[in-house]
């Protein structure tokens, strides 16, 4: 008894870690309780009230008299709690209906007890699984597809939390092993204490072994093995390898956009603190269809502080997809860009400077800044596409020579904005660079030279030390780095020589496509520089000796072959002409009349996270994949079930086969509408059915009779009198199946599992 009482305490403490290691991972997911420790406390509280319900159905009276009576007592002298508490009760049903139905979310205020019934009920299945019916082998499949399936769409917890349970696993299954040979020790009256160690130590070999075979095949090093020849041939054989696990990330279904983060494109550590070595990928991120190569401008930042750039709140405007956006430059070429997202999902739209208009397959709001910084509301996923409409600026001389736009002066200290401590060396270089140069430009342009021709590009420079301004150790000590150092470099040197600047972060396009189509991936991610030449406008600079300048401040060649040919004066009416085709286009659009003039895009999300929508989407989705993985288990298990019980009775001592086959014989007969009656013998039962279902081949009393001898006479049957039975079985078998029919016929026998039992167990 002791041994019984103890085992059966370590299924109940396993099954109570067990269910835990789900629910934390639900409560993680849906923000409930401070922290692990409590969720554990009230995961385990509801474990055990579940079991004390499901095993003892009087302990359900007990809390359900101890439950009325304080609510009888309120009643009587606090009613308004009653009324209070009835009343959220029915708040939380009826927004729980409603979530399931999709037409609403959880509310905040429901978001515990949304999580404790769910807790509830996983307890419930845990417990009808593990307890009462004893198939822990179910549990392995039905959790583990919740774990990967949450690890699969980036709940990084599940990873750790699926760890836990396997241990967990593994525990129960020593323990369910070391109580059946308890049951065989009992009945056999063998020696606890000498055979419990022998058990004991073979499990403790068995799982010893399992567990070192898995960590001699785990990796052993922090750094990876790396092979660009092996990864592009199985992505090129199997292309299916580049989504795995990102599909859903950057999904419109199941994945959250994100505002543009250099970051994340592997060119900066942190967003905390520019340099540092990086590590970039080659992984594809957007597909970009246009005639030229192009800078695709995704954040804008005009802040310098603390060796960072942070993003200033600056005025946006809304406007509608395809509406014409208000503009800056007055001389260029228009052309139209086609952006496709990869792998992606964000709220910024990637435009060259500078875009005129943009067009989704969908209408929708956009907001637009002074900088032209431009956030999709609805945001853009995976495999979706927007086109950018833009018009590319002449180059500086021809700027030059027409009147330029006036830089807003309301704004123009935060483009010449410097940190107070910035070291006076930086002035200096700057301005020994810049001394022989008289305008803007040409003083812009020597600093872009001196960085190119005097600096190294590198990956792997070394990390600020602390103390240090990021500018000045740059230029004076580390001389090397990658693209953030030259353009935080230049866009610094410049205000101090006056120059306003604006510090770009994107993606550049590479250098070669394919019938105009370019493929841009992580390692393209760029940042670079733009200034303020007073009459000339904004003006795009290229301090990092890897790259080429930009093709839009060297002339419009690239753009388009027959383009020389056009004499500049005509330049003028083209650009017109098609900005009045634009404007007609937009005129026939119906704009929404009703959008805000200033809502901010500050708004909007800045961080992954996951709505309670998503949340039931993925419950739903795992539950009806649960659901559809245990009928297959149960039909497959009931089918090699049967089978191998037919197979055990042929090969068995056919005497010991007799009774259970025809305990099988009779259960048949009884879903065919004739049970054997209270009180009636086999021999009357067999007169009755004979009339009933007749057979010309065999002969249901003589069945009967070697059923009788066997059972109760012990005499030895011939294996032919056993394959009698199992014929006769198998004719009745068919005659159910035409009787109750297909589909009624294969579920009592596959899914329900009530037919060809095993007796002589």
Same mark, same amino acid.
């Given at each position: ?86 009343? /959220? ?34 307890c419930l299945c845990t417990w009808v699984i593990m307890i009462k019916a004893k198939r822990t082998w179910i549990l392995l499949p039905l959790y583990i597809l919740f774990f990967i399936y949450y690890w699969y769409i980036y709940i990084d917890a599940a990873y750790w939390t699926m760890m836990f349970f396997l241990i967990l696993y593994f525990i129960l299954m020593g323990v369910e ?9 009992? &009945? ?124 200033? &709140? ?61 956030? $999709?509301?609805?945001?853009?996923? /995976? ?84 103390? $240090? ?21 230049? @866009? ?15 993606? $550049? ?7 105009d189509l370019y493929v841009v991936r992580q390692n393209n991610a760029h940042a670079w520089v733009e200034a303020y030449i007073d009459g000339i406008g904004w003006v795009a600079f290229e301090p990092t000796p890897a790259y080429q300048p930009p093709a839009l401040t060297t002339g419009l060649s690239g753009v388009n072959e027959d383009d020389s040919e056009v004499p500049f004066d ?77 197979? /055990? ?20 007969? @009884? ?42 006479? $012990? ?47």
């Open positions: 008894m002791e041994h019984k009482t103890t085992n059966i305490l370590y299924r109940i403490l396993i099954y109570v870690f067990i269910v835990f290691s789900l629910s934390n991972l639900w409560g993680i997911v849906l923000d409930v309780a401070p922290n692990s420790v409590v969720r554990l406390i009230l995961t385990a509280v509801v474990a055990i009230l579940i079991h004390l319900i499901a095993s003892y159905p009087f302990y359900w009276i007990i809390i359900s008299i101890a439950s009325i009576i304080p609510l009888l007592i309120l009643n009587r002298y606090q009613s308004e709690l009653i009324y209070e508490f009835l009343s /959220k009760a029915q708040q939380l049903y009826s927004n729980v209906i409603q979530y399931f139905r999709g037409t609403e979310q959880i509310s905040t205020d429901h978001l515990t007890a949304f999580w404790l019934l769910i807790t509830a009920l996983l092993g070391y109580g059946r040979a308890e049951k065989r020790w009992i &009945k056999e009256a063998v020696d606890f204490q000498q055979e419990g160690q022998l058990q004991w130590i073979k499990t403790a070999l068995v799982y010893g072994i399992l567990i070192v075979l898995i960590a001699s095949i785990l990796p052993k090093k922090n750094n990876l093995i790396e092979s660009n020849q092996l990864e592009m041939i199985v992505t090129q054989r199997f292309p299916i390898v580049m989504n795995l696990r990102d599909d859903l990330v950057y999904s419109r279904s199941f994945g959250q956009a994100l505002l543009f983060n250099f970051s994340e494109t592997g060119f900066q550590e942190s967003s905390n603190e520019l340099g540092g070595p990086v590590r970039i990928s080659d992984d594809i991120v957007m597909e970009v269809k246009t005639p030229i190569p192009l800078y695709l401008r995704g954040n804008i930042k005009t802040t310098y502080e603390n060796n960072r750039w942070e993003i200033e &709140k600056i005025p946006q405007y809304n406007y509608q997809t395809r509406e014409l956006l208000s503009r800056e430059v007055e001389l260029g070429r228009i052309i139209e860009i086609e952006i496709n997202n990869v792998n992606m999902a964000t709220y910024t739209i990637f435009t060259p400077y500078q875009p005129l208009r943009i067009i989704t397959e969908s209408p929708g709001r956009i907001f637009v800044d002074d900088d032209f910084l431009i956030i $999709r509301e609805s945001g853009t996923y /995976k495999n979706e596409s927007y086109k950018v409409q833009a018009i590319l600026p002449f180059n500086v001389e021809a700027r030059a020579s027409v009147e330029g736009p006036k830089l807003n002066v309301d704004y123009i200290e935060r483009y010449l904005q410097l940190p107070d401590n910035l070291p006076l060396s930086v002035t200096q270089l700057a301005n020994d660079i810049t001394k022989v140069f008289n305008s803007p430009y040409q003083k812009a342009e020597a600093i872009q030279n001196y960085l190119r021709n005097n600096y190294n590009y590198s990956l792997e420079p070394s990390i600020t030390p602390e103390g $240090r301004d990021f500018v000045e150790f740059f230029l004076f000590e580390e001389q090397e780095g990658y693209c953030t150092y030259f353009a935080t470099a230049m @866009a610094v040197m410049l205000r101090t020589q006056g120059i306003p600047t604006r510090y770009i972060e994107g993606y $550049r396009t590479p250098q070669e496509a394919v019938d005509e330049w003028e009416a083209i650009l017109q002409y098609e900005l009045e085709a634009m404007e007609r286009e937009s005129n026939d659009i119906v704009i929404d009349t009703s959008i805000e003039e200033n809502r901010p895009i500050n708004n909007l999300p800045q961080e992954s996270q996951w709505t309670l929508k998503k949340i039931r989407d993925h419950l739903l989705t795992i539950i009806y994949g649960a659901l559809i993985l245990l009928l297959i288990l149960r039909i497959t298990y009931n089918y090699f079930r049967m089978k191998k019980y037919l197979v /055990k009775i042929i090969e068995d001592e056919a005497s010991i086969s007799v009774p259970s086959l025809y305990q099988n014989i009779l259960d048949t007969l @009884a879903e065919m509408g004739h049970p054997i009656e209270k009180g009636e013998t086999p021999y009357e039962y067999s007169q009755r059915i004979i009339p009933n279902i007749y057979d010309k081949t065999y002969n249901f009393r003589y069945l009967t009779e070697v059923f009788i001898k066997v059972r109760y006479g $012990r005499h030895q049957v011939e294996k032919t009198q056993v394959q009698d039975l199992i014929n006769y079985l198998k004719i009745i078998d068919k005659k159910l199946k035409v009787q109750i029919g297909f589909w009624k016929y294969h579920y009592k026998k596959y899914i329900k599992g009530t037919m060809y039992k095993n007796y002589d167990n």
